[in-house]
C-alpha cells in the first residue's frame, strides 16, 4: 500500500504550470491512498479532480476557506464511512479552516481508517494544535474499538518532531490524560535524517522566516507490541527535484505492507 500526502498550496503562483508538474508527478508516483491539504473546491473548480483525473474515489471536507481552500482524501479503493471532525477548540482558529477528515478506506486486505489531519498553521497556536490533535485521537481510538482496522494519520500537521503534538502521536507525550503510539514513517526509515518538508531550497517558498522545516507527516498506529500494524517498508520525500516541484511543500509516499 503506498500512501502519500502532499500541501498543494491550492492554485497560488502560476497555477497552469503547477497542474502540469501535479498531473505528471502524481501519475508517477501511483500512490493507493492520497491526503491533500490546501485544495480548492468550488461550485466551478475541482482542484483535485485536475490533478488526479479519473481512477480515484474522493472525500472532501465541508470547512473550506473563502476561497474554497481545504482537505480531500483520494484513494484507489472504495471508500466507506466519512466523518469530518470540527477542530475550531478555541477563538483563535477562526481565520482558518483547520479540519480533519477520517476516512474508511475498504482495501482488499482490511479497513483502514485514514485522518487526513489539518490543525492550525501560527507558530504561536501550540496550545491549540495539542487540543485539535487529543481530539482526533480519541476519534479514532473510538473508531477502531467499534469498527476495528489499521490507522494512518497523514497530513500537514504544521508542527516538526520536537512539537508536544507531534511527540503525543508518537508516544512520547501525554495530552488530557491520553497517551497513544504511532510510528512516524520518516523516523522509522530515516533514522538520523532530519525530516524537511517545509524549506527555503523550494523556489515556491515565500516564508523564509518560518521556523518549522519538517512539517508533513505520516504515521501509523501501533498494535498492542507497540509496533504498526502495517510494517513500515519505506518513506520517501516527493515532488521536491528540481523543475518537477509543484508547491511549497514537498511531499511524503509511504510504503506499507499489506495485513489482514
Partial sequence: MRLATQNVWGVRGDWPARLALFQKGFQLLEADVLTMQETILTPDFDQV??????????????????????ISTASRWPIGDVLELDLNVTDRTGDFACTALVTEVLAPFGRVWVANHFPDYQVDHERERCAQTVLVARKLEELVADAPGHVVVAGDLDADDAADSVRFWTGRHVLDDLSVCYRSAWQVTH????????????????????PYRGIDHIL?????????????????????????????????????????
Fill in 49 to 70: 479532480e485536475a490533478m488526479l483525473g479519473p481512477g480515484y474515489h474522493v472525500a472532501h471536507s465541508s470547512e473550506r476557506e473563502y476561497d474554497g481552500s481545504g
Fill in 191 to 210: 533514522p538520523y535524517e532530519p525530516l524537511e518538508t517545509f524549506e527555503p531550497g523550494n523556489p515556491w517558498f515565500v516564508d523564509g522566516d518560518w
Fill in 220 to 260: 501509523v498506529r501501533c498494535g498492542p507490541e507497540g509496533r504498526p500494524t502495517l510494517p513500515i517498508l519505506s518513506c520517501t520525500r516527493t515532488l521536491d527535484q528540481p523543475g518537477s516541484i509543484p508547491s511549497d511543500h514537498y511531499g511524503l509516499a509511504a510504503d506499507l505492507e499489506e495485513r489482514q
